[in-house]
């Protein structure tokens, strides 16, 4: 059974850093790997992704200069290091396999003013 494990979430206060993870169980990363967000009340939102090789990275415009999406394939890992974190960066944080469909069950990140 696959499923993804996201870690690294917390509490921190506007200016602030986080690094979230995104690990497999079950299942080797070779594909493109995704980060979303959900803030209460509101949808899904895409956030970055990265490709198998490190490549075709892609932000949406309100993260862009402040998070940086990587990955250590020898440690089956990707990477979200947020920097300069904003209240409305408030969410939950979730990791997607879009070509498994997989979803990882989400960290929570609050940014107080």
């Known amino acids: 059974q696959v499923h993804l494990e996201e870690s690294g979430g917390g509490s921190v206060q506007a200016g602030g850093s986080l690094r979230l993870s995104c690990a497999p169980s079950?299942?080797?990363?070779?594909?493109?790997i995704m980060w979303f967000r959900q803030a209460p009340g509101k949808e899904l939102e895409f956030v970055a992704q990265?490709?198998?090789?490190?490549?075709?990275?892609q932000y949406r415009d309100s993260v862009k200069g402040r998070f940086v999406i990587s990955r250590d394939n020898a440690k089956n890992t990707v990477y979200l290091q947020m920097n300069s974190l904003k209240p409305e960066d408030t969410a939950t944080y979730y990791c997607?396999?879009?070509?498994?469909?997989?979803w990882g069950a989400g960290t929570q990140v609050t940014v107080s003013s």
């Open positions: 997607h396999s879009p070509d498994g469909g997989y």
């Open positions: 079950g299942l080797t990363f070779r594909n493109t």
């Open positions: 990265i490709g198998s090789s490190g490549d075709r990275i």
